[in-house]
């Protein structure tokens, strides 16, 4: 926000000897962000002064109008002499005082004014526009100024068109919209310098009643979106009076372009007071208005000349044409203030914030309305905000006020907190006795009454972000000053190290790495067509997503339910960049919800720690959020060269990397074979750890990767670490020093018997002195006969004590088949 200091001083006396650097130090110590301090005067260098045109000559014979002035500049030019100037403006006539920068003088931009011959005549100096000042856009035509300006040809014009101006830019956080206002900033700074203060609200208004107004009914249908709706009619206003200069002046001091005096005067009490206005030309308005919200359908064109389509969401104002304001963020174009109106309906009134600021970012219309009502202005003062209006009108615009206000108040009033006295020193840590606080509190315009340690606070009605008593807490750090917080880091308290959980992580994430997989990390925000990509059915349940109420990308609103969306799509940018060996992995939360999880969410307190009711109210709403870890591998694992050939990525490759994660988290993995999408039905995994499924590994399907743009054969994991049992003891193992026995075992068992299951068998068979065991050859053929395969496993015996006897070693290889073929139904081949 742009602030003139000279605006800011008709509500606080500041001392003549605080600098603008002292100002600006000021704001921040109050915690309002000083962009940058401007003094106008310095950014115009050197001669500026009034000139008053004596004469025009006409050149013609070039290509545009061209005019040769003689211009009186006084004794500023050193002879006393007209001063000859070259312009091409015709917004002049002689007579006319003007601003007139002379040789040597250095306009905004460094632009370095000389004398020169042009167009056949000696130009020395240049008359002036707005544009050329710094003062505003116009550039159609040079500054003229009013007939009665006090200043005489060839004295400093800075002051005149307002260069001896101060400029603060200011950066107004979210919560503080009183400060969106030379009221609120006025309070802020009148506090911080300890001067008088002047509130620009302090004024008489006309009151005002629910009842007609010229005849003209307000119904507020929708008291949560409106809650004070005030409009007060002005007739007779002479449509060419143009706007005060003083008023012009400031408004582009403040950012502000100057339109005309109806819309001049509503963005002027805007900036004062910080309650935005919209001036309707009554004489198009046709019946009662009514403020209500859009329905289904209706669509509104804007002032800006855009037709825009309406939500249901959107708060508007309608009379018997329909919708003519999209309310608190832009007028409609049929009820304009324009070049012919004489009759301003002035409405001002108080908005909800929420809708309007969805209102705002729906239709991209952040306009210096939104921006204060988002942030919340003070109901109080739609009446005193009418007064202003309705006096500058009558004054500059030779307008008749009308006797009848319409005041729609359904104004709840502030609710009150209670603070315990004691409790900002206990946050902050620095002593606050109770005078002290209850000082700081009414500094912020609050009403206190103590009951022992106990303060009843009620907020004033610019303040609706006091709702806390931390809230409260905040204003008297603030407004005590941070510097007193003491810069002390509090005591760090020994922890106990990582969690099991958190260890298991980060070797998970190292063992993959060591294995060549490069970590990612993704958003984990997917669109719905990400699930359709996969492939996954309708009723499947890593569909059913939590929604978010504003993403950062309206494509992708969904949290994840599973990593691969975001995985897959990292895989395919890195593809799409010339790499074609890729291996990536990427652990991290997804976002589980089921059909019953309660959708209001409690109110926790922050005075306090939350009961174990509270929070578990609070956690029943939140998704289930298991951490998983996925991988995907496409390309070549092993490069071809010199030294053979290579070997391309498969649906091992997905396995092996399971049972590296598993085997680095502590924890036996099971492998059957399983249809789950977006797997291939014939190279799909499931992955199980003590009868609980934690996952599935295997090759993508090739519709899937053709939907994702991917190899065919990219081989993908995802497995689920959350649902892993904690890691047991290890014990010490004993190495034993004698020799083992290797036997190889070969077993027909049927097609669909896993080989999971027939290890298993083999190993609870051998018993105690089975070391390891081994799949290392998997073969199918038509000697075997249909649906059989043959399965071969390396076994190794050894035993701590002792060197095993052939006996002894062929004695467990035949427990260990015999246990195979009682489970499996398994033979030894060649038997």
Request: hydrophobic content about 45%; proline content about 7%.
């Amino acid at each position: 926000m742009l602030v003139p200091l000279s605006w800011l001083r008709e509500a606080v006396d500041v001392p003549a000897a605080v600098s603008p650097d002292e100002i600006g130090a000021a704001f921040t110590a109050l915690g309002v962000e000083v962009e940058e301090i401007t003094d106008l005067a310095a950014s115009v260098r050197g001669p500026l002064v009034v000139g008053k045109v004596l004469d025009i000559e006409e050149l013609t014979g070039f290509k545009k109008p061209i005019r040769y002035c003689q211009v009186d500049v006084g004794a500023a030019n050193g002879t006393g002499e007209p001063q000859s100037i070259v312009c091409g403006a015709r917004n002049f006539a002689v007579g006319d005082l003007v601003v007139v920068i002379l040789p040597g003088g250095v306009l905004p931009g460094e632009f370095t004014i000389g004398a020169r011959k042009t167009y056949g005549k000696l130009s020395a100096g240049m008359i002036c526009s707005a544009r050329e000042l710094g003062l505003g856009d116009d550039h159609d035509g040079i500054v003229v100024l009013p007939a009665d300006t006090a200043a005489a040809p060839g004295e400093d014009a800075r002051p005149v068109v307002g260069l001896d101006e101060v400029v603060f830019d200011l950066s107004v956080t979210p919560d503080r919209g009183y400060q969106l206002s030379i009221r609120g900033l006025a309070r802020e700074l009148a506090r911080a310098l300890d001067a008088p203060y002047r509130d620009p609200a302090d004024r008489a208004a006309t009151a005002g009643s629910a009842q007609a107004s010229a005849g003209r009914r307000v119904l507020v249908e929708d008291a949560t979106g409106c809650d004070r709706f005030s409009a007060r009619l002005v007739t007779g206003v002479d449509p060419a009076a143009p706007s005060p200069q003083w008023m012009v002046r400031r408004l582009t001091h403040a950012g502000i372009r100057s339109i005309s005096l109806p819309v001049d005067v509503t963005n002027y009490v805007m900036v004062e007071l910080g309650q935005p206005m919209h001036a309707f030309d009554a004489a198009t308005l046709t019946g009662d208005l009514v403020v209500r919200r859009a329905r289904d359908g209706e669509r509104l064109a804007t002032i800006d000349h855009v037709d825009r389509a309406l939500s249901t969401e959107d708060l508007v104002i309608c009379d018997d044409t329909g919708v003519i304001s999209l309310a608190a963020v832009m007028g409609g174009a049929t009820t304009e203030v324009g070049e012919s109106t004489t009759d301003v309906l002035l409405e001002a009134a108080h908005w909800d914030p929420a809708s309007i600021s969805r209102t705002a970012r729906r239709h991209r219309l952040l306009s210096e309305a939104s921006k204060r009502f988002e942030r919340a202005v003070d109901p109080a003062i739609t009446l005193v905000a009418l007064q202003r209006a309705v006096d500058l009108l009558v004054e500059y615009g030779g307008g008749t006020a009308g006797a009848e206000v319409v005041d729609v108040n359904q104004v709840v009033p502030p609710e009150t907190v209670l603070l315990p006295a004691s409790l900002p020193a206990r946050i902050v840590g620095v002593d606050y006795p109770l005078p002290r606080v209850v000082e700081l509190v009414e500094a912020v315009g609050a009403q206190v009454a103590v009951d022992g340690d106990t303060l009843a606070v009620t907020p004033p009605t610019w303040r609706p972000d006091l709702v806390d008593p931390v809230d409260v807490v905040e204003e008297v750090v603030r407004l005590d000053g941070y510097g007193r917080v003491p810069s002390v880091l509090p005591p760090v308290v020994a922890g106990n190290g990582l969690t099991d959980a958190q260890r298991r992580r980060r070797s998970v994430a190292r063992a993959l790495a060591e294995a060549g997989y490069v970590e990612v990390l993704s958003y984990p925000f997917v669109s719905p067509e990400a699930y359709d990509a996969l492939g996954l059915p309708d009723d499947d349940p890593r569909r059913l997503a939590v929604r978010l109420a504003n993403p950062i990308s309206e494509r992708e609103p969904l949290l994840r339910t599973t990593l691969l969306p975001t995985l897959l799509a990292t895989l395919r940018r890195n593809l799409a960049r010339g790499q074609r060996d890729v291996a990536l992995f990427e652990s991290g939360l997804v976002f589980r919800p089921s059909t019953d999880t309660p959708t209001e969410v409690p109110a926790l307190p922050v005075d306090r720690r939350p009961t174990d009711a509270e929070l578990a109210a609070a956690l029943a709403v939140v998704p289930r959020q298991p951490y998983r870890v996925a991988a995907v591998v496409t390309g070549e694992v092993e490069r071809a060269g010199w030294w053979g050939g290579g070997r391309s990525a498969d649906w091992t490759d997905a396995l092996a990397a399971a049972r590296l994660v598993a085997r680095t988290a502590g924890v036996a993995l099971t492998v059957r074979a399983d249809r789950h999408a977006p797997w291939h039905p014939g190279r799909c995994a499931a992955l199980s750890v003590d009868g609980v499924l934690v996952g599935h590994a295997g090759e993508l399907h090739p519709e899937v990767c053709q939907a994702l743009e991917l190899p065919r054969g990219t081989a993908v994991l995802e497995l689920e670490l959350s649902a892993l049992p904690a890691r047991e003891p290890v014990p010490a193992p004993s190495i034993s020093t004698y020799p083992p026995a290797l036997i190889d075992v070969a077993l027909l068992v049927d097609d669909a018997v896993p080989a999971a299951d027939v290890q298993a068998a083999l190993a609870t068979g051998a018993g105690e002195l089975l070391e390891s065991i081994r799949l290392f050859d998997v073969f199918r053929g038509d000697q075997l006969g249909a649906g059989r395969k043959s399965l071969a496993y390396k076994l190794t015996f050894r035993a701590g004590d002792r060197t095993l006897t052939a006996e002894e070693a062929v004695a467990a290889r035949d427990a260990a088949v015999a246990e195979a073929t009682r489970r499996v139904g398994a033979a030894l081949r060649g038997a």
